[in-house]
Structures are given as C-alpha cells and as structure tokens.
C-alpha cells in the first residue's frame, strides 16, 4: 500500500492546543460577559466550531464583539507559548521534501484555523484547509472534498486525528486512518475499526510507518 496524500487534524494532532482554546473562552468571557466558566462547562461545546460555542455564552447582540475578543485571546496564547507538539515540524518537513501533498480538516473555524497554523509556523505546509461549522461538522464532507480536489483515491490518503470521530470520518470515505495518542489529552484506544486504522502513541512512531508507505 502506497500512500499520496496525508491529512492532519490540528487540535490534539498537531498541537496541544485543547487547554489552550479553552482559556482563550474563558479570557473572553470574563472580558465580554463578566462572567468565569470551567473548563469542563465549555468543553462540553467542543463539537463545533468557536461561533457555535460562543454562541451557547453570548446574547446576539454580544455575539459578534465576543466572538472578536476571542480572535485576539487566541492569538495572544499562541504568542506566550509554543504548543506544536515535539516532531510535528520535522515531520511535515519531511514529507513536503518528499512532495507528499497535505491538507487539514478540522472542526475549527476557518479564521482559528488559518491563525492557529500562522502563529505555529505550520500554515505554508497546507494549500487547502477544510473547516467545521457553528452546527453540526462532519468531517466526511471536508475530506472528500479534499479528495476530489486532489484527485486522490481514497484508498491512497490517510488522515490523522485524535478522537473517535476522526477516526469513523476516514473510513466513511473509504480512507486509511492514524489515530494520534501522544497528546496529553489523547482518549483514543483500539475500538475494532480493522486493518485500515492505526493508534500512534508517538509522533516518531507515526513517522516511521508514514515514510514507509510513501
């Protein structure tokens, strides 16, 4: 099995950003709202994208200077400390040496996405970005429009997340699946998904098997 295409999840794959975004909300919420939220009481809104979290918090008339304050809560973090997870930058490195195309799909929004990348170095090694929603995101659709712009067989992309949902999202689409266990708030173990997912309890490990398959 040769592999042409390799998809990356952000949060939890990429870096450690979980407890970074929720204390992103949690300085804007007591900046806009005046009012302290804990982590659990917003983390429970992690299915969609910042709008759709925001807007759990927010009235409509907060909303849009809520949802601003947060931008710059976000950005401000990235600057104070460096998440990417150690063997990530070396990893995208190698595959764009190898001219490996990559893409991201993730349940962020588009503007959190493209930041986050920007203020962690990563945005260069993705031309195409799939984004969630303030609804209900599903994955399948942005990793098959990926596909299809690509011009990729399924069979021949894998894409790398760290929940169970990523996980499912692949092989809905009929694609190989890595599952990122080495963040600290990994939940992922094997589930009887088949041969065509693979748990990685280190970026290093996840490495080696992608070089041999490229």
Not at 123 to 133: A, D, T, V
Not at 182 to 199: I, R, S, Y
Request: glycine share 8%.
């Amino acid at each position: 099995m040769k592999l042409e295409c390799v998809i990356f999840d952000i949060d939890g794959t990429m870096a450690d950003t979980l407890d970074l975004c929720v204390t992103a909300f949690q300085e804007t919420f007591k900046k806009e709202l005046g009012k302290s939220y804990e982590k659990q009481e917003i983390f429970q809104y992690f299915n969609v994208a910042e709008g759709g979290i925001i807007a759990k918090f927010a009235s409509a008339e907060q909303y849009p200077q809520t949802l601003e304050t947060y931008y710059r809560e976000l950005e401000k973090l990235h600057r104070q400390e460096d998440v990417v997870i150690p063997g990530i930058r070396a990893l995208l490195k190698d595959l764009k040496a190898h001219q490996i195309p990559m893409a991201v799909v993730t349940g962020k929004g588009k503007r959190s996405a493209e930041l986050s990348l920007r203020e962690m170095g990563l945005l260069e090694y993705f031309p195409i970005i799939e984004c969630g929603n303030d609804v209900a995101p599903d994955k399948t659709i942005g990793l098959g429009r990926i596909l299809n712009q690509m011009m990729i067989d399924p069979q021949k992309a894998v894409y790398i997340g760290d929940i169970e949902s990523d996980i499912q999202s692949a092989l809905r689409v009929g694609m190989w699946s890595a599952g990122a266990v080495w963040a600290p708030t990994a939940t992922l173990h094997m589930n009887g998904w088949g041969e065509k997912v693979t748990l990685f309890h280190s970026v290093s490990d996840f490495h080696q098997w992608i070089l041999e398959r490229i």
